[in-house]
């Protein structure tokens, strides 16, 4: 009789160790064929796949439940088979652990969840009743609600002693499970969603300088004419100065009126404006973008003033690279001379120099204050503003000015030192 019933726990156990693996490695398909099926089974499996932290709560009370009384049976088996004094203490003791656990292991956990592996869709409508049945039967229904409580307790705490993990540190992940080998603009991408929210809006936007746009002032006629010219598909629009931005203008919104005359009153299509702070992290700007469901916003500076604007095509291109389009025209201007000689337009943000030199840029971030081009960049290092052919030294990098004059500097050359070791040196 004891064997019956040793066998029949160990066939629980089997059941019950398999459906932990069923249920929880059922794939997006099993679960639409559960969820349309009408029978009673596939209604309990539903209802115990709602809430899986009591579901895994009631699988491993009742396992465990099961497993000490297989224990305790076969070593009370073991006692009337092999009493004491027929065996040696050794051979008893290898009775009871060892094959006991291994008939344990093999028959009630490894042979199951192999099985419910490949049949976890009937697995888990076979076992629906039976732990739907053990979830509300006393005491597994007290031991669960105690479990479910102490693991939700170790989780919240969990949360709150959550370690931030730096960009550094994300980025040596990302070294680490790419490695040498792997993809390096697939790397590359990775490593700039990494730096993705370090970056605020003022390194990314297009400066006022550069910024083509309407004036409120201006006819039907010279609007088409500045739109063909630009070929933007939105432009901002002013009043009197750039620091008075009145609005975008969207070209789609100007296809039904391709007839009208210079008296068509466009400035009725205007739409509001969305205005950012320069120091506005990107990562914030492109979840405004999506809330909005907008594309430009207008950069402002400290003072109210219009410092430029910024696109969601500039934040994109922060992670996958340049986008362009038929229209485009390369904007970064730059020559290079040989490996370690460049020359830049003075206005050519920091960021794309990053990006031509392939260098993640921490010396000039560390080092820079306010500045956000080259020609700023080397102004603030000299601390005043340069004329041609003066130099400026930083780190490994010379910068001379070549072209200039009493208010900015347009050009730079750029020139990259090898750095030399100390034992070279020596």
Same mark, same amino acid.
């Not at 320069?278 to 700007?285: S, T, V």
């Given at each position: 009789m004891s064997c019956i019933i040793l066998i029949l726990m160990l066939m629980m156990s089997a059941l019950i160790s398999g459906s932990e693996v069923a249920y929880f490695s059922l794939g997006p398909a099993d679960l639409e064929e559960i969820e349309s099926d009408n029978s009673k089974s596939s209604e309990v499996a539903v209802k115990l796949l709602d809430n899986p932290k009591e579901l895994l709560a009631v699988i491993l009370i009742a396992n465990n439940f099961i497993n000490v009384g297989i224990i305790i049976l076969s070593t009370y088996l073991s006692d009337t088979?092999?009493?004491? $004094?027929?065996?040696?203490?050794?051979? /008893? &003791?290898?009775? $009871?652990?060892?094959?006991?656990?291994?008939? !344990?292991? +093999?028959?009630? @956990?490894?042979? =199951?969840?192999?099985? *419910?592996?490949?049949?976890?869709?009937?697995?888990?409508? !076979?076992?629906?009743?039976? +732990? #739907?049945?053990?979830?509300?039967?006393? =005491?597994?229904?007290?031991?669960? *609600?105690?479990?479910?409580?102490?693991?939700?307790l170790i989780s919240n705490r969990g949360k709150k002693k959550a370690v931030n993990i730096s960009t550094d540190e994300l980025s040596q992940a990302v070294e680490l499970t790419m490695g040498e080998s792997g993809d390096q603009s697939e790397k590359k991408i990775w490593h700039d969603?990494?730096?993705?929210? @370090?970056?605020?809006?003022?390194?990314?936007?297009?400066?006022?300088?550069d910024v083509e746009a309407l004036e409120v002032g201006m006819n039907y006629v010279q609007v088409v004419e500045k739109l063909e010219e630009t070929k933007y598909s939105r432009l901002p629009v002013y009043e009197g100065s750039f620091d008075k931005i009145a609005g975008i203008f969207f070209i789609k919104d100007l296809l039904p009126y391709l007839d009208e005359d210079e008296n068509f009153n466009w400035r009725d299509l205007? &739409? %509001? =404006?969305?205005?950012?702070?320069?120091?506005?992290?990107?990562? %914030?700007?492109?979840?405004?973008?999506?809330?909005?469901?907008?594309?430009?916003?207008?950069?402002?500076d400290e003072y109210g003033g219009t410092s430029g604007i910024v696109t969601l095509e500039d934040v994109l291109e922060e992670i996958v690279g340049e986008i362009t389009d038929e229209f485009d025209e390369d904007d970064l201007q730059y020559s290079k001379l040989d490996d #370690?000689?460049?020359?830049?337009?003075?206005?050519?943000?920091?960021?794309?120099?990053?990006?031509? !030199? %392939?260098?993640?840029?921490?010396?000039? @971030?560390?080092? /820079?204050?306010?500045? $956000?081009?080259? *020609?700023?960049?080397?102004?603030?290092? *000299?601390?005043?503003?340069? /004329?041609?052919?003066?130099?400026?030294?930083?780190? #490994?990098?010379?910068?001379?000015?070549?072209?200039?004059?009493?208010?900015?500097? /347009?050009?730079?050359?750029?020139?990259?030192?090898?750095?030399?070791?100390?034992? @070279?040196?020596?």
């Open positions: 088979i092999f009493p004491p $004094d027929s065996v040696s203490l050794l051979v /008893k &003791r290898l009775i $009871d652990i060892v094959a006991i656990t291994f008939i !344990l292991l +093999l028959f009630g @956990e490894v042979i =199951p969840k192999i099985y *419910a592996t490949k049949h976890s869709k009937s697995m888990s409508l !076979l076992m629906a009743k039976p +732990l #739907n049945f053990i979830r509300r039967l006393p =005491p597994f229904s007290w031991l669960k *609600a105690g479990l479910i409580a102490g693991t939700s969603i990494v730096r993705f929210g @370090e970056k605020d809006v003022k390194q990314i936007m297009k400066p006022r300088v205007i &739409r %509001d =404006p969305f205005f950012v702070p320069e120091n506005k992290k990107i990562d %914030d700007l492109m979840i405004n973008f999506q809330e909005r469901k907008m594309h430009m916003a207008v950069v402002v #370690n000689n460049y020359v830049f337009e003075g206005k050519t943000s920091l960021i794309d120099i990053y990006k031509v !030199l %392939d260098i993640d840029g921490t010396l000039f @971030e560390e080092a /820079k204050s306010e500045s $956000d081009t080259l *020609a700023g960049f080397v102004i603030e290092q *000299a601390g005043k503003i340069l /004329k041609k052919g003066e130099r400026v030294k930083f780190e #490994n990098y010379t910068f001379t000015i070549e072209a200039a004059d009493a208010r900015k500097v /347009k050009r730079i050359k750029m020139t990259i030192h090898e750095i030399v070791s100390n034992e @070279e040196e020596d």
